[in-house]
């Protein structure tokens, strides 16, 4: 199946970011889904992925309900309004766009069990991106801690778009060393460093992402 040849080669480009990095740690692959119709999500699912992320909650609910009965682990990662919250209760096993208070607030209220949550890092400032600037990385996690129902697993980032991937580059180095820096503040491990898409994800995986976020290269070019 042509999916599942495009599934393994994504895979192997992983493996060998990895070597090169002398990395032996799990880097999982996320399947960046929006867009993509259910019945590709499940082409994919056959060949062996699991795990996908969404980014509308309208969108990501359809999807949830039509492919209940498999054990898909959906993960959201799109920009997430506060009245959508409720929507996500049981559904997702981690946010990847934790970026404002009031979006802590209304996960509090609404948790059943603890949200696991990744803060998502605006490293270049770009208006058109969510996400807190790194300056405000440490205050935001401190505050974080007096919400029991929500936990940080690490950090995410979107690095500005280029054609040339190693222009990512500083950009994945920098949020690695912000984890480091609020590992050691806070005497804390974060497992998570979400970043690396289609063009970069080689590059994010030398520099020590954990999950890389893929969708174009893994479900072809999104129709808009
Ligand atoms: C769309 C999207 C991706 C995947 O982007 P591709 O370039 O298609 O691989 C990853 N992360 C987020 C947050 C996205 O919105």
């Not at 992925?49 to 959906?74: P, T």
């Not at 970043?195 to 893929?214: C, L, N």
Request: aromatic content about 8%.
């Amino acid at each position: 199946m042509q999916e599942c040849r495009r599934l393994e080669e994504v895979l192997e480009r992983i493996e060998k970011a990895k070597e090169r990095a002398g990395r032996r740690d799990e880097v999982l692959l996320l399947g960046a889904t929006k867009t993509v119709p259910p019945s590709k999500i499940l082409k994919f699912y056959e060949c062996g992925l699991k795990l996908f992320g969404e980014n509308r909650v309208q969108e990501f609910l359809k999807k949830y309900e039509e492919l209940k009965d498999l054990k898909i682990e959906w993960h959201f990662i799109g920009r997430l309004q506060s009245n959508k919250v409720k929507y996500l209760v049981g559904k997702v096993s981690l946010i990847h766009s934790l970026d404002r208070e009031s979006l802590l607030k209304e996960l509090q209220k609404r948790a059943k069990e603890p949200w696991n949550t990744l803060i998502e890092v605006n490293l270049a400032k770009e208006e058109t991106k969510g996400g807190i600037f790194e300056e405000e990385v440490k205050i935001f996690f401190e505050k974080v801690l007096n919400y029991d129902k929500v936990k940080v697993l690490g950090l995410m980032t979107i690095p500005p778009y280029s054609p040339n991937p190693q222009d990512s580059r500083k950009y994945f180095k920098r949020l690695r060393e912000l984890k480091e820096a609020l590992e050691e503040e806070f005497k804390v491990r974060l497992p998570h460093l979400s970043m690396g898409m289609s063009s970069d994800f080689e590059v994010a995986v030398e520099e020590g992402a954990t999950i890389v976020r893929i969708g174009t290269l893994l479900f072809g070019e999104r129709k808009t």
